[in-house]
């Protein structure tokens, strides 16, 4: 790992908080990074709170979520780093296309708009959401069976309990109906602009058990790419599931991140 005196913006996804950050954090810190790892509006604070009543969050929508971070970012000394991760690899690339950050990493990235198909694995863990339009104004969790298919699909089911016991939260489900419907949307909040010369450094990460983005829909986003002149690169890493924050050997992904993103950084 390359060892800096620079600024890591790191961004959770959905149904997760902050908190799922905790190892990244720790260990960058430790190299010299001052580590921003600052939870989607609303949800800082206690879990446990949270849990019991998400009512604050039920219509927390893209746009709201990305002018937190945005807000964040043009508050600091200089251009970070922009690590995120589902959705927060999503907003990742947000943040790129409209000029902020010196790199950025999206892992395991939920969809742009542009992506056509999505794979059986992703529609099993959006359809519980999607097939109930009230869910468009609602927060809701996940079941810890949903969690263990969608997160944890390597661990035994006592395993994956305790992951999701750490730090599974209710989620605001209008983000899923967003990036599901924003093909039919000409302002969807998803959108990016793919052509975009001038954006910073952008890797793609996907892993190869991933449940929730698989590495086809991954790889679908990076194509996407493909006619701009900016750096854009993609990793696999073939063990990985979409827990690949907490999983073992997480520290492979932390370090081979931050290390591209400081070797492709533009300034």
Not at 171 to 200: K, W
């Amino acid at each position: 790992m390359i060892q800096k005196q620079r600024s890591i913006v790191l961004i959770h996804g959905l149904w997760m908080t902050s908190l799922s950050w905790e190892n990244w954090v720790t260990r960058y810190a430790a190299h010299g990074y001052s580590v921003v790892a600052s939870s989607w509006p609303g949800m800082d604070g206690d879990i446990e709170q949270l849990r019991r009543d998400p009512s604050a969050i039920a219509t927390l929508g893209i746009d709201t979520i990305v002018e937190h971070y945005e807000k964040i970012i043009r508050n600091l000394d200089s251009p970070p780093l922009i690590i995120g991760h589902s959705f927060g690899g999503l907003i990742t690339q947000i943040l790129l296309d409209r000029g902020l950050g010196a790199a950025g990493v999206a892992i395991a990235p939920a969809p742009v708009k542009g992506i056509i198909f999505l794979p059986l694995s992703t529609l099993r863990v959006s359809f519980p959401a999607l097939s109930n339009p009230a869910n468009n104004h609602r927060a809701v969790p996940l079941t810890a069976e949903q969690f263990h298919y969608a997160f944890t699909n390597n661990l035994s089911e006592q395993e994956s309990l305790a992951v999701y016991e750490r730090y599974a939260v209710p989620g605001p489900d209008h983000v899923l109906f967003q990036a599901a419907f924003a093909n039919f949307n000409p302002h969807a909040a998803t959108a990016v602009d793919f052509h975009n010369d001038h954006r910073a450094p952008l890797l793609l990460i996907s892993g190869g058990n991933d449940h929730v983005s698989p590495a086809s829909v991954v790889e679908a986003n990076f194509k996407l790419y493909d006619k701009s002149k900016a750096v854009t690169e993609y990793k696999n890493f073939a063990e990985r599931t979409h827990y690949t924050l907490g999983q073992d050997g997480w520290e492979q992904v932390a370090d081979f991140a931050v290390t591209w993103a400081e070797s492709k950084a533009l300034v």
